[in-house]
C-alpha cells in the first residue's frame, strides 16, 4: 500500500440477462444482494466484505468488464494519485460521487492494456453482512451456494503489459508478486499486487486490448472449493477447469462462466507477498504448470475464452 490504494473495492460486469446473472451470482457464488440502481444496475458483495458493494452488473448486449475500482485510504491521498496519473500522462475521467449508489468521487483513467480502473476514497460501510463488529458469529447462518466471501481480484488480457505494469507500479505503488517471462526474457505476464495478497490484478500478454479473464472470489478452505465443483455440477453451471491447484500463486481453483460467458474463479489459499519480496518468476515454456499445476497443461480455453 505504498502509495495509498488498498485494495480491489470493486468489478462492474456486463452481463446479458440481469436475471439470471444475479441467480448466478446471488444464489450459486453466495454474494449478498445490495441493492438495485435506477439503471438497472444490481449490486452484490461478499458477506465478509465491509463497504456497500463489490460486484455491479449490467446489462448490456455483450458480456465482459466495464471497468474495475481500487480503494485508496482517504481523499488526500485520491487527489495526489489524480494529480500523478495526469503528470505521467494518463487521461484522468471524473466521476461525480452517487454515480454508483453509495461510493463517493470516482477517478477514472485507462490502463495501456485497454482496461479501465477507477480510484476512489470513499464508499458507505454499512460492515459485514449478517455478523457484528462486536463480539462477531464466526458465519452468518442464512448464506447461500458457495458462500463466496470477498471479491478477491481479476486476470485481463491486453496488449503493453510492460507499459500497464509500470504505470501500476510507479504511479499506484503496486509490487510485482509473481511474473511469467518467455524465452526472451519479455515479461508475458504479471501478478501485481497492493497488499500481502498473492494479486490484487493480474495481467497476461495478449493483443486484443481490454479483454476480461476472470473474477475472482475468496472461499475459506480446499473443502468449500470441493464444496463450490458440487454446486456447479449441481446446477449445470458451465465448468472451464478444476478443481486443482495453480502453479502461480499456489492457490487451490476452481473455474467456470457465469450465463453470458463471463468466466469466474473462486479459490482458497495461496502465496503471500511483503515488499522486499522478490518477485517469483514462472518460464512460459511452463505456463501449462504455472497455470495448472497437477495436470501441467493448458486447455485451450484458458487462453481464447475471453469476454
Ligand atoms: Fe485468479
Not at 109 to 129: C, D, N, S, V
Not at 152 to 173: I, K, M, Q, S
Request: contains cysteine; proline residues 5%; charged residues 25%.
Amino acid at each position: 500500500m505504498k502509495k495509498g490504494v488498498m485494495r480491489p473495492g470493486h468489478v462492474q460486469l456486463r452481463v446479458l440477462d440481469i436475471e439470471e446473472a444475479l441467480a448466478h451470482y446471488r444464489d450459486l457464488l453466495g454474494l449478498i444482494e445490495v441493492e438495485r440502481d435506477d439503471q438497472g444496475r444490481a449490486y452484490l458483495k461478499g458477506w465478509t466484505e465491509v463497504d456497500k458493494f463489490s460486484v455491479v452488473l449490467r446489462q448490456a448486449d455483450e458480456p465482459g468488464m466495464d471497468f474495475m475500482g481500487f480503494k485508496v485510504l482517504n481523499n488526500t491521498v485520491l487527489e495526489k494519485l489524480e494529480s500523478d496519473l495526469t503528470a505521467y500522462g494518463c487521461a484522468v475521467e471524473h466521476i461525480a460521487a452517487g454515480e454508483l449508489s453509495g461510493c463517493g468521487r470516482r477517478i477514472r483513467f485507462e490502463a495501456p492494456t485497454g482496461h479501465r480502473f477507477e480510484l476512489y476514497a470513499e464508499k458507505e460501510q454499512p460492515g459485514k453482512w449478517g455478523v457484528s463488529n462486536v463480539n462477531p458469529e464466526a458465519w452468518p447462518m442464512d448464506l447461500k451456494g458457495m458462500k463466496a466471501t470477498r471479491f478477491d481480484h481479476c486476470l485481463l488480457y491486453g496488449p503493453n503489459v510492460e507499459d500497464t505494469y509500470a504505470l501500476f507500479r510507479d504511479v499506484l505503488g503496486f509490487d510485482l508478486a509473481e511474473q511469467v517471462v518467455d524465452p526472451e526474457g519479455n515479461r508475458v505476464a504479471a501478478f501485481l499486487t497492493a497488499s500481502m495478497k498473492a494479486h490484487d490484478v493480474a495481467f497476461i500478454d495478449c493483443p486484443e486490448p481490454g479483454k476480461f479473464h476472470h473474477a475472482s472470489f475468496y472461499l475459506e478452505t480446499w473443502e468449500s472449493v470441493l464444496r463450490a465443483a458440487d454446486l456447479i455440477s449441481m446446477t449445470n453451471t458451465s465448468i472451464d477447469i478444476g478443481p486443482t491447484r495453480h502453479g502461480l500463486t499456489h492457490g487451490q481453483t476452481i473455474y467456470f462462466f457465469d450465463p453470458s460467458g463471463n468466466r469466474n474463479e473462486v479459490f482458497c489459499g495461496g502465496d503471500y507477498h511483503y515488499p522486499d519480496h522478490e518477485p517469483v518468476t514462472w518460464k512460459a515454456e511452463d505456463l501449462g504448470k504455472a497455470i495448472f499445476y497437477h495436470d501441467r497443461v493448458l486447455n485451450e480455453r484458458f487462453l481464447s475464452v475471453l469476454t
